[in-house]
């Protein structure tokens, strides 16, 4: 891989022949495991300036309407997590002569917190051409890591490593973005927090949905000959909206849906997509593929949001189901195709799906990548209920090298398709009530029980001999099937951080505390040999919005599931005032909660139920006057045992266990406490 260092520059087309479409991505580590940021991207002229308030990406608007640009969201690392960029540079503007690529903290945070930045570029086969590390980040709140541009018809990328101290509104606005005030964007979006919003998220447009729409720069006075573009003339004329606003949109879950009509319980509501007729796993697959793939194919959001990270251009898709290839003496037939017309070139992706707990065929994916080689194809795309994980391929491909053209292996777990559906119908919005409505019979589809398409749902069959090896103590460390239940407890996190996300509308990310460049198949030894010898499977979810982290452990000598956070302890107030708040705040929490006082140097304070406490929050806080730091909560419930995700399997309760103790634990956190009557200030007028 080629390594940039601050200040120099390369050419893209001497790295690799597919860069008419690159994928840039930014990651970073935290010590804590909380430190986060969000990229942005600017697409400037000639004078450094961008065109139009709408050449800003970030947050808000994260699409570009030609395709050019698309900001995928996060992803998590062996050590941390990569937010990462799609570019299709064969559409860019010709007015556009650089594009800047940054990200931005918030709350107080700067980029000194962080560890580990860097820059990676890949071409469009997915292959890492370049590397650009980052060391002298210092206490920024915002950071341009590169910018990509244009030399004499040729694109070249430049390291740059420059820091903002007035954080993405600042950074936004010296390159001529005209951002709207944080402060009255808050208050105008508090104000209308009540509101029901549940028709609007269903039928705005996404623009609209995210505060994408922005309000065109007007040229300054005295400013010489007007060079924009028919397009930027077309978007000037467009109705003006609210202009571009780096506060974050807090969005809301829909309320019930209305009331059924039928008279009894035996009435079943019909389906576009019935799951009566399937009595085979052959009947689920190519149900489940042509479902899929042909509403990928009306959803233009839907559709480019899971292909987008595949190197797949913005443009016009069609997906066809049980094609025909040659393939030697006979035909192949993948289960589905999706082609994608964008500036008269076309990226092609063959489909391979399995349903159930039905594996991948090594032989049957190779064959697909020979087949997408000798045709020109982009990529092959695998989908089912499993999960990848880093560095840890599901079916082992052999790449000829000796061919010019690159074919992209990926994968998609029918986990991650109900996701990508859920954030859209719950939360962000689609197009109409249309789209909203296929959406939702999609997932409903892919939620029932006769589908085969539940997500991860088997720990494999290592699972009950290692779980009886541990209870018997007969278990040896460099047992292979140690690493096996390992990698599918990393699965079922993973899963689990999607479930969750959907649900709350939010990013959910594993927390993974590594040191970066750390070789997957190494951490995961590591981990092997602690389960061995503790008998614990240990995993910390990372929940948008939230205090602290929500750690997981899964017992196997004591069969108990055990979720817990840590928030720390508010920087102004009377510890005796923050136990009362915190007692105040989990009034509905359940009564065997454990709380733990975290205090300064030592390792660890009084602790109690929530049972105990209530009456007496004095109770929480140390004899001795030590500084308190923070405070641990803690439920637990028994595990399942079956690797199965049968009610009563492990899986179930471990997903159980994590969304109950979000609901009653970790949301009240975030919503202000009830004070009782008597200890409100009353006034006379």
Known sequence: MYKLIKGANVGLASLSESVDSVMVSLDWTSPSGEGDADVSVLLLDTNGKVRSDADFYFYNNPVAADGSVQLLGKTPTASGNKDRISFDLSVVPGAVDRIVVAASRYDGAHFGELGDLQLTLADGSGENLLRFAIEDADSVSAFIFGELYRRGGEWKIRAVGQGYDAG???????????????????????????????????????????????????????????????ADADAKSRKAAARPRTAKKKVTLPKVVKKSLAENESWKEARLFPVSALKSDRDRE??????????????????????????????????????????????????????????????????????????????????????????????????????????????????????????????????????????????????????????????????????????????????????????????????????????????????????????????????????????????????????????????????????????????????????????????????????????????????????????????GGPRGTLERLRPEPADMLPKNGTQITGFRLSLFKGMGSGRGSAESGFISSVDAAVNRFYGVVVAPLDRPSRRTPSAEKVTTG
């Open 286 to 603: 190519t149900r489940a593929t042509s479902v899929l793939l042909s509403v990928m194919a009306q959803i233009p959001e839907f559709g480019r949001r899971l292909i987008a990270a595949f190197g797949a251009p913005a443009g016009r898709m069609e997906t066809f189901a049980e094609v025909s290839l040659p393939h030697g003496e006979s035909p192949r037939r993948p289960d589905g195709v999706i082609r994608v017309e964008r500036a008269g070139k076309l990226w092609t992706a063959l489909v391979e799906t399995k349903t159930n707990g039905n594996a991948l065929k090594a032989e049957q994916v190779q064959a697909y990548v020979d087949i997408a080689a000798r045709r020109g194809y982009e990529a092959v795309i695998t989908l089912s209920n499993d999960v990848a994980l880093e560095g840890s391929p599901l079916v082992d491909v052999r790449i000829d090298g000796r061919r010019k053209h690159k074919v992209a292996l990926w994968h998609l777990s029918w986990a991650e398709v109900a996701h990508q559906a859920q954030m859209l119908i719950r939360h962000e919005g689609v197009g109409n009530m249309a789209h909203a409505w296929l959406l939702q019979e999609l997932l409903r589809y892919l939620q029932h029980e006769n589908s085969g398409c539940h997500g991860f749902q088997n720990m494999g069959a290592a699972w009950v001999p290692v779980r009886n090896g541990i209870d018997d103590e007969t278990l040896c460390q460099g047992d292979p099937r140690i690493l096996d239940v390992v990698e599918s407890w990393e699965r079922l996190i993973r899963q689990v951080c999607l479930g969750l996300g959907g649900e709350l509308g939010q990013r959910v990310l594993p927390v993974q505390r590594s040191k970066r460049g750390t070789d997957p198949a190494t951490r995961r030894s590591r981990l092997a040999d602690q389960l061995c010898s503790d008998g614990r499977l240990q995993a910390e979810l990372r929940i948008e919005g939230t205090p602290g982290v929500l750690g997981i452990t899964a017992d196997l000598r004591t069969s108990k599931l055990r979720t817990s956070i840590e928030i720390p302890a508010p920087e102004l107030g009377y510890p005796l005032s923050w136990a009362k708040r915190l007692v105040r705040r989990l009034d509905e929490a359940p009564a065997d909660l454990h709380i733990e006082t975290l205090v300064e140097g030592e390792t």
């Open 168 to 230: 993405l509104a600042g950074l936004a606005t010296d390159f001529g973005v005209d951002i709207e005030d944080d402060a009255a964007a808050e208050e105008a979006a508090d104000g209308s927090a009540g509101e029901d919003r549940t028709d609007s998220a269903l039928q705005a447009p996404p623009q609209a949905t995210l505060d994408a729409v922005p309000t065109p720069r007007q040229p300054e006075a005295g400013a010489g000959p007007d060079t924009h573009t028919d």
